[in-house]
């Protein structure tokens, strides 16, 4: 599995969210500055750090999307 940490704004805490929450095709993100992404999801705003999605992302094309 792939997963991110991502702090949830919502609750105040850090959760770990699955490579197809953050690729749902409901999910929107948007840039808040150098280092950080705001995502919404299912009415829950997380903020994601840049480098963390760019790993996040590497990861999963190193997998070539296998969800393992």
């Not at 999910?27 to 992404?37: D, G, M, P």
Request: proline residues 0%; hydrophobic residues 45%.
């Amino acid at each position: 599995m792939t997963q991110i940490e991502a702090l949830c704004l919502n609750v105040g805490e850090y959760v770990m969210l699955e490579w197809e929450e953050v690729c749902n095709k409901e999910a929107h993100i948007r840039q808040v500055n150098s280092e950080t992404l705001h995502l919404t999801l299912n009415d829950f705003n997380y903020h994601i750090n840049v480098a963390d999605i760019a790993s996040f992302v590497a990861r999963r094309a190193v997998m070539g999307g296998r969800s393992k």
